[in-house]
């Protein structure tokens, strides 16, 4: 099945690349509304509130970037980021690959990560709606 997903772009750096995702067979979490208008609708709403407003100032959560493109399940393996946030700004930090075995392969050589808030939150829900 043919996918249609965003990668993230730090610095000029494609997080698909430099996470191993591509070797993995994974796909960006958020769907292309110009291509996927029906699975964009259904995942991209929920998949930006995790990225954005349900993390609080102080607080974090662990999000999966690149997911399994067929199912978008944990178990089968994903590329996470622990996105946290500060007053104006949000970080994006401890990749790791996890799967369903319980086990976590920290990515050391990528992120730590730092977005203006603001900006961040511009360009999360420009590629939610296209």
Known sequence: MERYTFDF?????????VTGASNLDLSGCLSVPQREPELAL??????ARLLTSAVPIGGSNRVA?????????????????LVSRSEGVVHWSDFAHENEDDSETKLMKVGPFAFD??????????????
């Open 9 to 17: 772009v730090v610095n000029g750096q494609s997080l698909f690349a």
């Open 42 to 47: 259904r995942l991209n709403d929920r998949l």
């Open 65 to 81: 970037l690149y997911v399994c493109p067929e199912c978008g399940d944990l178990a089968c393996g994903a590329i996470t980021a």
């Open 117 to 130: 808030w603001t900006s961040y939150v511009t360009e999360i829900e420009q590629a939610c709606v296209g």
